[in-house]
């Protein structure tokens, strides 16, 4: 089974439980087993939020939501845990008044009995399912739903035996439900640790430690990591030195290689992102295996134009179909030239132009120019492109 039809199953699961455990609680007047009713009433939403969490985290990337809505699954476990809490919070609040007003008329029968021991059962089955499925498939919130059923299945067991022992002692019910809503706050605490690291973006060191040996495999120089767990999914950042003597063809390749080797070892990793150090380029990989590239500019992050380079790249202004000196206009010739041929010759517009700022620069960045043709040219455009290693030189 995968995730999602352990959660539906989950759902119809606790639904009846909820429905037989209050119904059942109310006749018999047994504050232990309503107060099980009211927690499996919790796993009735809670498992529906997993459920719902699940299905959004798996829809694909948007314009609007880039990095996909995998957070979904880490808002699920955090309303999951919030629900667990306030039900251990009521139960516990139900039998100290149980206790205080010496309300003990409960009246044990065959069904109290019966629902009690059924409870442990299938809470014991539906916590292995959940837990099992959630570490197979990286799923936090299926894992969180897994381990509060493993707390209904000694939680149901404390009733039964209340039940039991209950005409001997009559206030046992109320201590067995105070003792079950305690018993469940001290196991929320481990996972509240896992929701809130899932919320605030916490780092995968082991996931770094991976990346860390499969560059040194790779004899690729390491000099910064940084990782952000999202929902089940992890997001990779890297910045990398490269020789000097390595050409830009081959750059990229180094990069692409690394990137599809990362996603390939490691699972769990959804984006890699790798930058040079030393210039503004980044480059990202998705699992689907979609590469983009992006440069920076202005401290902000645009992507690259998307256009194969085919040799050395020289790009020359245009404005209506004639070329121009002004090194901000509104499209631009670009030309890839290989061992004297060109490989590339075609129009492309400026998607940064507007009227009275020309963001050559930019253009030439995002298309990735080697070489930039212009008779009039500012000095901050020039010092720009040539920190970049672009050459800049007039119309012949």
Do not use: W
């Not at 919030?82 to 010496?102: G, P, Q, R």
Request: with cysteine; charged share 25%; glycine share 8%.
């Amino acid at each position: 089974m995968n995730r999602k039809q352990v959660s539906i199953l989950s759902t119809f699961v606790n639904v009846l439980l909820t429905v037989s455990k209050i119904g059942i609680g109310l006749v018999a007047k047994s504050n232990s087993i309503i107060a099980s009713g009211i927690d499996s009433l919790s796993d009735i939403l809670s498992s529906f939020l997993v459920f719902l969490g699940v299905k959004l985290s798996e829809k694909p990337p948007t314009k609007k939501f880039p990095y996909g809505l995998y957070r979904t699954e880490t808002v699920s476990s955090l309303l999951v845990f919030l629900m667990v809490l306030i039900s251990s919070m009521t139960i516990i609040y139900d039998a100290i008044v149980s206790l205080l007003e010496k309300n003990f008329d409960l009246q044990v029968n065959v069904l109290a009995f019966g629902i009690m021991a059924f409870s442990s059962v299938v809470c014991g089955i539906m916590s292995y399912l959940k837990i099992k499925t959630g570490k197979a498939e990286n799923s936090v919130s299926l894992v969180t739903d897994g381990k509060h059923s493993q707390i209904d299945v000694f939680s149901s067991i404390g009733v039964l035996l209340g039940i039991i022992f209950a005409r001997y002692i009559p206030a046992l019910d109320s201590i067995v439900a105070l003792v079950l809503g305690i018993y469940i706050i001290l196991s929320l605490i481990p996972l509240g640790k896992e929701v809130i690291e899932g919320v605030l973006d916490v780092a995968d060191l082991e996931v770094e430690n991976q990346i860390r040996k499969i560059c040194e495999k790779q004899q690729v120089n390491l000099t910064e990591i940084k990782s952000r767990k999202v929902g089940a999914r992890i997001f990779v950042e890297l910045t990398i030195t490269l020789p000097s003597e390595v050409k830009v063809g081959k750059a990229d390749q180094i990069i692409s290689d690394l990137q599809s080797l990362i996603i390939q070892k490691i699972n769990s990793v959804e984006h890699v992102v790798i930058q040079v150090k030393g210039t503004d380029e980044r480059f990202r990989m998705s699992r689907e295996g979609k590469v983009q590239k992006f440069f920076e500019h202005g401290n902000k992050i645009y992507p690259s134009i998307d256009i194969r380079k085919k040799g050395r790249r020289t790009i020359y202004p245009y404005r209506e179909d004639k070329q121009v000196d002004d090194f901000g206009a509104p499209e631009y010739l670009v030309e890839d030239k290989l061992k004297g041929k060109v490989k590339l010759s075609k129009k492309i517009k400026n998607p940064y132009y507007r009227i009275g700022r020309g963001h050559g620069v930019r253009f030439a960045k995002a298309i990735g120019a080697d070489e930039v043709v212009a008779g009039n040219i500012g000095k901050n455009a020039k010092r720009a492109l040539r920190r970049r290693g672009v050459r800049v030189r007039g119309r012949r």
